[in-house]
């Protein structure tokens, strides 16, 4: 009997830190009775598909509220989160998002003065570009103060910063750009990140242009590809020949706390932050947009249309 129960606590305690590992969810165990082997502690983690099991506070909302509720609140904020860009062209449009989850982490951290690492590889920043801080000011409202970046020879330091930064107390999150699928980035360097995310209590966005996806350690895995930006809108309605703000779709493809989804966002420059794209009608503003004139109820004619003026009028001028 004693070395039955002894394999039970063993059992109980290994799934405890797979859960802890894996970062499933958490979800505080209610209701009184014993517990059975199956059961775990106060500390625990459960799965749940709904995601109701994560409190607020270990959450980061992306701030478009259908993906959110999705997401059962947004996304976890001790954890390491999977950006995929499965081509090259859509490298950049992934970054954008990148920076927008950043954007949100700058607005919710608590001291506004830690920065964002933005870590990559020189085969990154080569391919993609460098960031360009000014840019990033005035599109994203990130003061290059806010926003640190450091360039790893090989995928061997670039790791290991990353896993370094993940725990520094004076960082608001990291930024792991890598490219393709190289097989050193596998579950156990992925497990370390993960873990040194939890730990910390901050999150690592793992950043991957040009790659497919394989098994990780992250909770959360997040395709994004470019969409055609709409039409900028008017008072009228969509100004033709314009270009709109900047879209991307935005699919779940992985996730404990939620089922796939695939979601068209919009990036707004103006408030800094991720929409949901919608589609208005044609007009936009009910009824004429200039008042009638003050001696009639006659709107102005349309452009181009020939006026004859008054004989008095043409009179006074010496006609």
């Given at each position: 009997m004693?070395?039955?129960?002894?394999?039970?606590?063993?059992?109980?305690?290994?799934?405890?830190?797979?859960?802890?590992?894996?970062?499933?969810?958490?979800?505080?165990?209610?209701?009184?009775?014993?517990?059975?082997?199956?059961?775990?502690?106060?500390t625990?983690?459960?799965?749940?598909?709904?995601?109701?099991?994560?409190?607020?506070?270990?959450?980061l909302?992306?701030?478009?509220?259908?993906?959110?509720?999705?997401?059962?609140?947004?996304l976890?904020?001790?954890?390491?989160?999977?950006?995929?860009?499965?081509?090259?062209?859509?490298?950049?449009?992934?970054?954008?998002?990148?920076?927008?989850?950043?954007?949100?982490?700058?607005?919710?951290?608590?001291?506004?003065?830690?920065?964002?690492?933005?870590?990559?590889?020189?085969?990154?920043?080569?391919?993609?570009?460098?960031?360009?801080?000014?840019g990033?000011?005035?599109?994203?409202?990130?003061?290059?103060?806010?926003?640190?970046?450091?360039?790893?020879?090989?995928?061997?330091?670039?790791l290991?910063?990353?896993?370094?930064?993940?725990?520094?107390?004076?960082?608001?999150?990291?930024?792991?750009?890598?490219?393709?699928?190289?097989?050193?980035?596998?579950?156990?360097?992925?497990r370390?990140?993960?873990?040194?995310?939890?730990?910390?209590?901050?999150?690592?966005?793992?950043?991957?242009?040009?790659?497919?996806?394989?098994?990780?350690?992250?909770?959360?895995?997040?395709?994004?590809?470019?969409?055609?930006?709409?039409?900028?809108?008017?008072?009228?309605?969509?100004?033709?020949?314009?270009l709109?703000?900047?879209g991307?779709?935005?699919?779940?493809?992985?996730?404990?706390?939620?089922?796939?989804?695939?979601?068209?966002?919009?990036?707004?420059?103006?408030?800094?932050?991720?929409?949901?794209?919608?589609?208005?009608?044609?007009?936009?503003?009910?009824?004429?947009?200039?008042?009638?004139?003050a001696?009639?109820?006659?709107?102005?004619?349309?452009?181009?249309?020939?006026?004859?003026?008054?004989?008095?009028?043409?009179?006074?001028?010496?006609?």
């Amino acid at each position: 009997m004693a070395m039955h129960a002894a394999a039970q606590e063993t059992l109980c305690a290994l799934r405890r830190e797979i859960a802890r590992i894996e970062g499933v969810p958490p979800e505080r165990l209610t209701g009184g009775g014993a517990k059975t082997p199956d059961a775990l502690d106060d500390t625990a983690v459960l799965v749940r598909r709904d995601g109701r099991g994560l409190p607020d506070g270990d959450l980061l909302p992306v701030g478009v509220e259908p993906l959110d509720t999705l997401l059962g609140g947004g996304l976890p904020l001790a954890a390491l989160t999977e950006i995929h860009a499965q081509t090259a062209r859509a490298s950049g449009v992934a970054a954008g998002f990148a920076l927008a989850l950043g954007v949100a982490l700058l607005s919710q951290t608590p001291d506004k003065r830690l920065p964002l690492l933005w870590l990559g590889t020189a085969e990154v920043f080569s391919e993609a570009g460098f960031p360009y801080a000014a840019g990033l000011h005035r599109a994203y409202g990130i003061s290059p103060t806010q926003l640190l970046f450091a360039e790893a020879p090989k995928l061997s330091d670039a790791l290991w910063i990353g896993e370094e930064a993940a725990r520094l107390p004076d960082l608001a999150g990291v930024i792991l750009e890598l490219r393709g699928n190289p097989r050193m980035l596998d579950l156990t360097a992925t497990r370390r990140l993960h873990r040194r995310a939890r730990a910390a209590g901050r999150p690592v966005f793992l950043l991957r242009q040009s790659a497919e996806p394989t098994p990780t350690a992250a909770p959360v895995r997040l395709r994004v590809e470019p969409a055609p930006a709409t039409l900028r809108q008017t008072l009228t309605g969509p100004l033709q020949g314009s270009l709109g703000p900047p879209g991307l779709l935005l699919t779940v493809d992985k996730s404990r706390a939620a089922r796939p989804g695939t979601f068209t966002l919009e990036w707004n420059p103006h408030e800094r932050r991720l929409q949901a794209r919608t589609f208005p009608k044609q007009s936009t503003v009910p009824g004429p947009v200039v008042s009638p004139p003050a001696n009639g109820s006659d709107l102005a004619p349309p452009f181009g249309q020939v006026m004859d003026h008054p004989a008095n009028w043409r009179r006074a001028a010496g006609g």
